[in-house]
């Protein structure tokens, strides 16, 4: 009993505070004049926001888009600056961000400044910037496309399970977990991947207007240092947020920029969501992992 009380007065407390953090977060109140606009781009980029305890937090492609139309629909934002950390994500999320921050930048200047890192599907996104700005030893790069899978026949076997398989088409369930790929199968697989792999490294050696060694040398998908990216032609200078406000100033042509940033907007839900998940995960009561149906995905990280 007195454990349970101790449960409810938390959550109680966590409400609370929830609702007094909300008040802090982003109102939706712009500048007019001379602005300059950080929208971040954090964690794994999907199709949907996730903030998943055990995979790790994401922004959703639908929700850096609606940032960046915020800071193109806004005459007073003279320059956008993409704050980037992500490893990358999904290749239609991380394709429509690309295409939105291409389309922004023929309006209004546009640098990616990559902290942390900015590989992969995030680095796609950043390529399409008028200049990418990142410190010396953040991580990117790693123009590369990647499938993946669970596949336990084996464990099926010794345990004497059998897969029976009925399909309506032959190629219906490839991916899988209880049968292995056979050859063609996975000739299949490798033949889409590449093609998914030859437009990326298509738009990056466009869009930063790479000669065919540098086009070349990235198609290995491994990811780069600064320091090596700079080299290789896929980042222009060096620095962190200060030096991406100077460089928005300068091609905007303005002086004392403003700046506003375009945060994901969060509701009171979001924030006690957030709260009481992991308040229940560290008091121990336990959990569940549900496996999702098994199927290929592909990933531009």
């Known amino acids: 009993m007195k454990k349970l009380k101790i449960i409810l007065?938390?959550?109680?407390?966590?409400?609370?505070?929830?609702?007094?953090?909300?008040?802090?977060?982003?109102?939706?109140?712009?500048?007019?004049t001379n602005g300059i606009a950080i929208v971040p781009i954090k964690g794994i980029i999907s199709p949907e926001d996730s903030n998943?305890?055990?995979?790790?937090s994401g922004m959703g492609s639908d929700t850096i888009i609606n940032n960046l139309k915020r800071a193109k629909d806004n005459d007073g934002v003279k320059a956008v600056i993409l704050e980037i950390n992500s490893p990358g994500g999904t290749v239609v999320a991380s394709r429509e961000v690309a295409d939105y921050v291409k389309s922004l930048s023929e309006s209004k200047p546009v640098i990616?400044?990559?902290?942390?890192?900015?590989?992969?599907?995030?680095?796609?996104?950043?390529?399409?910037?008028?200049?990418?700005?990142?410190?010396?030893?953040?991580?990117?790069?790693?123009?590369?496309?990647?499938?993946?899978?669970?596949?336990?026949?084996?464990?099926?076997e010794k345990y004497g399970v059998k897969y029976e398989r009925l399909v309506a088409g032959e190629l219906k369930d490839v991916g899988s977990p209880y049968k292995n790929l056979n050859d063609a199968e996975r000739k299949l697989m490798q033949d889409k991947l590449k093609k998914i792999q030859d437009l990326f490294v298509k738009e990056v050696s466009e869009n930063r207007k790479l000669n065919n060694y540098q086009a070349n040398e990235i198609r290995n998908g491994f990811f780069y240092l600064g320091i090596e990216a700079?080299?290789?032609?896929?980042?222009?200078?060096f620095g962190g947020r200060d030096e991406a406000v100077e460089k928005a100033k300068q091609l905007a042509g303005i002086e004392d920029g403003k700046i506003v940033e375009y945060k994901p907007k969060k509701t009171l839900i979001d924030v006690i969501e957030g709260f009481t998940n992991k308040a229940f995960f560290y008091m121990g009561k336990g959990m569940a992992i549900e496996l999702p149906e098994n199927k290929f995905e592909i990933l531009a990280m």
Request: overall charge negative; proline content about 0%.
């Open 230 to 237: 700079k080299e290789l032609g896929l980042v222009d200078e």
């Open 52 to 56: 998943d305890l055990f995979a790790g």
């Open 9 to 32: 007065a938390t959550v109680i407390l966590l409400w609370i505070a929830a609702y007094l953090i909300s008040l802090g977060f982003d109102n939706g109140k712009d500048i007019v």
């Open 112 to 156: 990616a400044w990559i902290r942390e890192i900015g590989a992969s599907g995030a680095y796609w996104i950043a390529s399409e910037a008028d200049v990418i700005i990142t410190d010396e030893m953040s991580i990117t790069g790693s123009v590369g496309v990647i499938s993946s899978y669970l596949e336990f026949s084996d464990l099926l």
